[in-house]
């Protein structure tokens, strides 16, 4: 015979979908024309680099804000622009 309880739907232990990322950012809290810079060697930005623009195009798509990665001598920058549809509006 099977073993089991009955619990709140709070209380269940409810297994998260797919690896954790290895990039915890802030974007949700970026704001326009703000950036996030993540300091590292330029061999090791290049590396990185990759890896990084993913996760920022799934997130944007998931937020509906828009981002770009840049590699610079001082590593990564995030940075958060404005869509092209809000200014046309404005």
């Known amino acids: 015979m099977i073993q089991y309880r009955v619990v709140d739907a709070t209380e269940a232990p409810i297994p998260r979908k797919g690896p954790k990322y290895k990039w915890d950012l802030?974007?949700?809290?970026?704001?326009?024309?703000?950036?996030?810079?993540?300091?590292?060697?330029?061999?090791?930005?290049?590396?990185?680099?990759?890896?990084?623009?993913?996760?920022?195009?799934?997130?944007?798509?998931?937020?509906d804000i828009l981002f770009s990665v840049h590699v610079t001598e001082d590593g990564l920058v995030v940075l958060r622009r404005e869509l092209k549809d809000m200014k046309e509006s404005q």
């Open 26 to 63: 802030p974007l949700k809290e970026l704001r326009i024309e703000k950036a996030i810079v993540l300091h590292m060697s330029l061999t090791e930005a290049r590396q990185k680099a990759k890896a990084l623009r993913g996760y920022v195009t799934r997130q944007q798509k998931l937020l």
